[in-house]
Structure formats: structure tokens, C-alpha cells
Nanobody, 114 residues
């Protein structure tokens, strides 16, 4: 069993910041990639940022320079620091980890008001 516990979502004004956290537990060794996805109403789920076990990162063009993904392997956790938030960043943010397959968190809502 794999459990992912997300936290840190909420509502902010445009230009504000939020930090999302996701902690994994259960049969999770080894964790390879960890990532954040988001889904806006009426849209498909899209990759926001991904980080490998060694720390290599990949960002969606829309968030590059504003969001930072990081992980703490000792805590089996991944984080997403979001700055300069825009209304188009609104959506449900999902944590995902890849072990033998990809596991998903339940999602946390991020709402950015203009």
C-alpha cells in the first residue's frame, strides 16, 4: 500500500505565494521520480514539475521561473514552492510518485484570485 498526503493548498491573490507538500508512506522504496500535476476545470491533467531521485528537475514552460520543486528523500517528501501566482494557475494540484508504477495523491485545491 502506498499513501500520499498532500497539504498546503488554498486561496491567494494574484502575485502571492503558496507551498505545497506531499509525504509518501507505505511500500515506497525506492521512489524514483516525484512530481506535481494540476488540473483546471474542463482541462486535462498536466505536468507542472518533476524531480528525479538525484535532483534533476523539469518544469512546464508556464511555471518556469516562478515555481520550484524540491524533495527530501529522508522524509519521502516532495514540495512545490509557488511564487508570482496567476489566476491561470488555479486548479487541483496532485502529487505523484513513481515506484513500480505511478501513485497519485488525492489532490489539493489552489485558487488564485485576480
Amino acid at each position: 500500500q502506498v499513501q500520499l498526503a498532500e497539504s498546503g493548498g488554498g486561496s491567494v491573490q494574484a502575485g502571492g505565494s503558496l507551498r505545497l507538500s506531499c509525504a509518501a508512506s507505505g511500500s515506497i522504496f525506492p521512489i524514483f521520480d516525484m512530481a506535481w500535476y494540476r488540473q483546471a476545470p474542463g482541462n486535462q491533467r498536466e505536468l507542472v514539475a518533476r524531480i528525479t531521485r538525484s535532483g534533476s528537475t523539469l518544469y512546464a514552460d508556464s511555471v518556469t521561473g516562478r515555481f520550484t520543486i524540491s524533495r527530501d528523500n529522508s522524509k519521502n517528501s516532495v514540495y512545490l514552492q509557488m511564487a508570482s501566482l496567476k489566476p491561470e494557475d488555479t486548479g487541483v494540484y496532485y502529487c505523484a510518485i513513481t515506484i513500480s508504477r505511478t501513485y497519485w495523491g488525492q489532490g489539493t485545491q489552489v485558487t488564485v484570485a485576480s
